[in-house]
């Protein structure tokens, strides 16, 4: 059985992991430069950070393939290089959860082409299924468990990549969207109707990531929660509200103890796969797995 289907049947909350990109700039990438790219020129350090997460608590790990596909790639002149850095990004995952004396999923990351579908751009729904597609085949042949389609806010472009993540392989699928502008998501889609539209694209989960702080989100996973009831929900939230300092430094609101009360509170609220996202650490995943009672 698939390694996230073996972890729910357990009906206990499920630890993710925390942000890829804060860990990265602190292991030294420079702001505006591909983590893609990281996968192959330090694929150790990208490892290290995905060792921290599951030495901290994390039972899934993302893989560093945010920006995977081509379109975002073209922006670094990479768009060649879409399967090379996506089947690398599952490798440095697959190491190090192999490695690991209990089951550690890893989840192939699916961010955003960053690119807006007709009318409102010239994005067709064909092109961003292929690209997607691209992008899982790599994924896949890396040895992800699952695809993990994240920070969407467009119901079209999770529907092009659920297709295209399809098209090549059968791995279970989890979707997530991120509510971040009045309680919707940018291109105006409310959590119930997030809810309602993914749960009929068959995914294994569903839910939040991302947005503007765990109020948010707490608020996006409750209506998903009391509109459809039994759904397996995700969370996955920023950790607090980000600061941006004199030179441009961003920094994040939620501590530790902060991102702990979170994670309590979207149990309560009907969440079972529980993770952090911008701005958060290992030192975050690891305050959340002893509140949460994770082992």
Same mark, same amino acid.
């Given at each position: 059985?698939?390694?996230?289907?073996?972890?729910?049947?357990?009906?206990?909350?499920?630890?993710?992991?925390?942000?890829?990109?804060?860990?990265?700039?602190?292991?030294?990438?420079?702001?505006?430069?591909?983590?893609?790219?990281?996968?192959?020129?330090?694929?150790?350090?990208?490892?290290? $950070?995905?060792?921290?997460?599951?030495?901290?608590?994390?039972?899934? $790990?993302?893989?560093?393939?945010?920006?995977?596909?081509?379109?975002?790639?073209?922006?670094?002149?990479?768009?060649?290089?879409?399967?090379?850095?996506?089947?690398?990004?599952?490798?440095?995952?697959?190491?190090?959860?192999?490695?690991?004396?209990?089951?550690?999923?890893?989840?192939?990351?699916?961010?955003?082409?960053?690119?807006?579908?007709?009318?409102?751009?010239?994005?067709?729904?064909?092109?961003?299924?292929?690209?997607?597609?691209?992008?899982?085949?790599?994924?896949?042949?890396?040895?992800?468990?699952?695809?993990?389609?994240?920070?969407?806010?467009?119901?079209?472009?999770?529907?092009?990549?659920?297709?295209?993540?399809?098209?090549?392989?059968?791995?279970? $699928?989890?979707?997530?969207?991120?509510?971040?502008?009045?309680?919707?998501?940018?291109?105006?889609?409310?959590?119930?109707?997030?809810?309602?539209?993914?749960?009929?694209?068959?995914?294994?989960?569903?839910?939040?990531?991302?947005?503007?702080?765990?109020?948010?989100?707490?608020?996006?996973?409750?209506?998903?929660?009391?509109?459809?009831?039994?759904?397996?929900?995700?969370?996955?939230?920023?950790?607090?509200?980000?600061?941006?300092?004199?030179?441009?430094?961003?920094?994040?609101?939620?501590?530790?103890?902060?991102?702990?009360?979170?994670?309590?509170?979207?149990?309560?609220?009907?969440?079972?796969?529980?993770?952090?996202?911008?701005?958060?650490?290992?030192?975050?995943?690891?305050?959340?797995?002893?509140?949460?009672?994770?082992?």
């Amino acid at each position: 059985m698939n390694p996230l289907l073996q972890l729910l049947q357990r009906n206990e909350p499920i630890l993710l992991d925390g942000a890829m990109g804060t860990m990265l700039m602190a292991a030294g990438l420079t702001q505006g430069d591909p983590p893609e790219e990281w996968n192959v020129l330090h694929p150790d350090r990208v490892q290290a $950070i995905h060792q921290a997460y599951v030495d901290a608590g994390s039972r899934l $790990i993302l893989t560093n393939s945010f920006g995977g596909t081509r379109f975002r790639l073209e922006m670094h002149n990479l768009q060649d290089r879409v399967y090379e850095l996506n089947k690398a990004a599952a490798e440095n995952a697959r190491a190090v959860a192999d490695a690991a004396p209990h089951t550690v999923v890893v989840a192939g990351s699916m961010g955003p082409t960053g690119q807006l579908f007709e009318p409102m751009g010239l994005l067709t729904f064909e092109e961003a299924k292929e690209a997607f597609a691209e992008q899982a085949r790599g994924l896949a042949d890396g040895g992800v468990d699952v695809f993990w389609v994240e920070t969407m806010s467009d119901l079209d472009e999770v529907r092009a990549a659920v297709e295209g993540a399809r098209s090549v392989s059968d791995l279970p $699928i989890v979707a997530t969207m991120s509510f971040d502008t009045h309680g919707h998501t940018m291109m105006g889609v409310s959590p119930q109707k997030a809810a309602e539209v993914l749960s009929q694209l068959d995914v294994v989960a569903l839910g939040a990531n991302c947005g503007t702080g765990s109020d948010e989100l707490e608020k996006a996973i409750a209506a998903m929660h009391e509109a459809f009831p039994d759904l397996i929900l995700v969370a996955k939230a920023n950790a607090g509200i980000p600061q941006v300092a004199r030179g441009g430094q961003v920094s994040y609101t939620g501590t530790p103890e902060v991102m702990a009360e979170y994670a309590l509170h979207v149990r309560d609220l009907g969440a079972r796969l529980i993770g952090a996202c911008c701005g958060s650490t290992p030192e975050h995943i690891r305050a959340m797995a002893e509140a949460l009672g994770v082992e």
